[in-house]
């Protein structure tokens, strides 16, 4: 799987600090000062003077997120690094000034004494930076260089070199110092510490405790919806990707297969949370006395797996038009273990949908590949399409060719962001955010079931669409198999086709309010036979008025240019099918969004011209955005230039007032997107100023630090660089972002603000 290298990096550029009233930044002792500035570390560079402010960063340089004033030298580990300190504090509520990186800490190891560094120490709330209050330690590796195509993870059990070095940090640390953690970015251990008189015992924990809990019961700690935490982004990413690589490496599965058994587990989890809410016992969970004996076997738990497996068959049970009896979840003892072991400390249902449909999208994406030209739309492409079009409450969304679900998982996002939270919930802390999300759940899954809808002619994407959406708002939506270019007259042979037709009052042809889809393109799977009779006739058998699918030619006759229909096409390429299908799917006033390959707009033989004249005759052009290679490259590992083109279907009147007095001249939104916030590799570009220094931005975000358990909010001073993306979407950008880069949403309002009146069905809806 594609590692999440572009999010890592990031957080590793962020300056933070704490904005306490009436408090000072603890500083650590002179001898941990020292331990932590030491060359060989490549950690300090050099620190600015007191007053002098941070300065400018070199290209191999970024911010330390746990000291904020700090400048470290960028590295694949530092990268790592960085991601666990923001986690630490994002999920586990650790204040980052109870933290220090580099910590020097004296070991003993056959009677001899030395000195080692902790890549991440963490002290007693409030303490100086010394030894004694120490209570938690964290070792972190360089990514594995792994070139292999499936590399395993390793259990705890076979984890004794890892679990040893830390168990050597802790004893250095002193009894105090309870618990631990290893990870090289693929695998991660959480280690508990268990004093004996004689000999400690270093066991395997499913997670960590949160804040400066220095007690830990495990089954409550992991079962209980009222400790377990909403998941950090990243680290829920981490976990989506650790518990399929265990499946497709450790298990031998192959990855799409991976997937699905993955997906039946999240399903299970998913259940256990919603009777848990309803006052039954928890059962997604590994205890105390099972967490020992995986310290020593990797074999797993049938006690653990059972429950996994109860919780399903109950899941499948209580869904059975989504689930049949194909659907059946065969992983064995030691993968069902290791999952619940990974997600058990997670509350999916309390955890920001933001977070949830990234993951699943970065899972879904690196495992489903279409072999129809399917290219799954980029996500920043996606965002920005939903939001230029920006879907209403009353308004019907259709994708065509919906994929996975990208386009639908996106507009309940927006509407999430929109109508769920006040100002994009900015102002808010992560758990505050988390907790809103959850609130508007209900509406958004009732939005889903009314308005929300996709159409795939691959089965296994439809469902992987439909379990997108459940994951999201815990209802499967509205996703059908069907063949989209013969829907409704020719579509009758697949499963979808019924149920589709139950929903006609909304997604009948010309009933659509709005319609966002990325068609599958390409020559190489071009149309031919029957389908093509439903593009050139009605459902009475008479002619259409404008169809693409015959032969063009240029008229020769007129001298013109201008074209010339020929005989009926024997094939043709679906992107442009595509085209008139959507364009008849919408109601006349509706609204449409699709990705085309530049091609179809700009080459000059006739029967690409043909679809441009179709376009013009049938459709206002609201808006062409040319996206460039970089977002298909890197997120979807094909190399090709599309534009994103955005319609709104004429009315009966507006085709007759154009017939009668001719054709209407009008403004058209144009933009060329140049940066999307990343290069082919996926490595992130920020905005630089005309002497090529980055920019940066300063702003306070709030958020939660836990002290025993007692949650106190905080400030946050951040400052981090800016990120070169004309497509940042309206709940990804602070006013800074604003001020200092451009944005092709923004120019659009603009030109909305500026040209209104003279937008043709801009006119027609006024009057």
């Known amino acids: 799987m594609v590692r999440d290298k572009v999010d890592a990096s990031a957080m590793g550029e962020e300056q933070l600090g704490l904005d306490i009233s009436g408090g000072s930044r603890r500083r650590p002792t002179p001898q941990a000062r020292a331990g932590a500035k030491i060359p060989a570390s490549g950690r300090a560079r050099s620190a600015p003077e007191d007053g002098a402010g941070p300065r400018k960063l070199q290209d191999d340089e970024i911010f330390d997120y746990i000291s904020g004033d700090k400048i470290v030298k960028h590295t694949p580990m530092e990268e790592v690094r960085q991601r666990i300190a923001r986690a630490l504090v994002h999920q586990y509520g650790i204040d980052p000034r109870d933290m220090e990186a580099d910590f020097r800490i004296q070991v003993e190891k056959n009677g001899r004494k030395s000195s080692k560094r902790a890549s991440i120490v963490i002290f007693k709330h409030g303490s100086d930076h010394e030894r004694q209050n120490i209570r938690r330690v964290v070792v972190i590796k360089p ?74 019961d495990a089954k409550s700690n992991i079962s209980s919806l009222g400790i377990m935490r909403s ?44 009777l848990v809410q309803n006052g039954a016992a928890p059962r997604f969970y590994v205890d105390t006395t099972e967490l020992v004996k995986l310290a020593t076997s ?54 920001s949908l933001d977070a949830l449909g990234t993951a699943y999208q970065e899972l879904v994406g690196d495992n489903l590949r279409g072999d129809r030209g399917q290219y799954f739309t980029p996500n920043v492409a996606t965002r920005f399409m939903v939001e230029l079009l920006d879907p209403g409450l009353d308004e019907t969304v259709l994708d065509p060719c919906c994929g996975t679900g990208g386009f639908l998982r996106e507009t309940l996002l927006h509407v999430l962001h929109k109508h769920g939270l006040v100002d994009f919930g900015r102002g808010l802390s992560v758990r505050e955010k988390a907790d809103a999300e959850t609130a508007y759940r209900g509406d958004l899954a009732k939005y889903a079931e009314d ?75 071009p149309v031919s036979g029957s389908t093509l009779e439903l593009f050139r006739t009605d459902e009475f058998g008479g002619a259409k008025e404008a169809s693409i699918a ?53 080459n000059p033989g006739p029967d690409d011209e043909a679809v441009r004249r179709y376009i013009l005759d049938e459709c206002w052009v609201m808006a062409s ?143």
């Open 143 to 216: 990514p594995r260089n792994d070139s292999r195509t499936v590399s395993k993870i390793r259990t705890f059990a076979r984890a004794k070199e890892q679990v040893d070095e830390v168990a050597e940090l802790m004893r250095g640390a002193g009894r105090d110092c309870v618990y631990g953690m290893w990870t090289d970015d693929k695998d991660l251990y959480f280690i508990h510490r268990e004093w004996h008189r004689f000999e400690d015992d270093y066991l395997p924990l499913a997670n960590w405790p949160r804040g400066d809990a220095t007690s830990f």
């Open 451 to 525: 308005r929300v809808f996709g159409m795939d002619f691959d089965p296994f994407l439809t469902r992987a669409a439909s379990f997108g959406l459940m994951m999201l708002t815990e209802t499967k939506g509205n996703t059908f198999q069907v063949d989209s270019l013969r829907f409704p007259r020719g579509s009758q042979d697949k499963p979808g086709h019924a149920p589709a037709m139950e929903r006609e009052n909304r997604i009948g042809i010309g009933k659509v309010d709005v319609l966002l889809t990325n068609p599958p393109f390409g020559t190489d799977i």
């Open 298 to 351: 990797d074999a797993g738990n049938s006690a653990v797996a059972q429950r996994v497996k109860d919780l399903f068959a109950e899941f499948k049970k209580d869904h059975p038009d989504e689930l049949t009896e194909y659907d059946r979840l065969t992983l064995n003892d030691a993968a069902l273990t290791f999952i619940a072991g990974e997600l058990s400390t997670y509350t999916l249902l309390g955890t």
């Open 625 to 767: 955005v040319e996206l460039p290679v970089e977002p298909f490259v890197f997120g979807a590992g094909v190399n090709i230039l599309t534009t994103m083109l955005f319609l709104r279907r004429k009315t009966e009147q507006e085709k007759t007032a154009e017939r009668l007095y001719g054709p209407t001249d009008y403004p058209v939104f144009m933009a060329v997107v140049e940066k999307v916030g990343h290069d082919r590799r996926g490595n992130r570009l920020y905005v630089r100023d005309a002497r090529g220094e980055y920019e940066w931005q300063e702003y306070q975000e709030n958020d939660d630090i836990w002290v025993g358990n007692v949650v106190v909010p905080r400030k946050i001073n951040r400052r981090k660089r800016i990120l070169d993306n004309d497509l940042l979407a309206l709940r990804d950008r602070t006013e800074r972002d604003v001020e200092v880069r451009a944005n092709v949403i923004d120019a659009y309002h603009e030109f909305l603000e500026k040209n209104g009146t003279e937008l043709p069905w801009a006119k027609g809806e006024s009057a």
């Open 231 to 274: 998941a950090d982004e990243t680290m829920l990413k981490f976990a989506f990707r650790r518990c399929h690589d265990f499946i497709h490496g450790n298990e031998g599965l192959p990855k799409d297969a991976a997937f699905w058994q993955f997906l039946y587990v999240l399903f299970a989890k998913l259940h256990d949370e919603k």
């Open 550 to 602: 015959y032969d063009w030619s240029k008229d020769k006759e007129k001298g013109d240019g201008s074209l010339k229909r020929g005989k009926e096409a024997s094939s043709v390429p679906p992107e442009r099918l595509f085209v008139q299908k959507c364009v008849e799917w919408v109601r006349p006033g509706g609204r449409i969004g699709i990705v085309l390959p530049n091609g179809i707009l700009s």
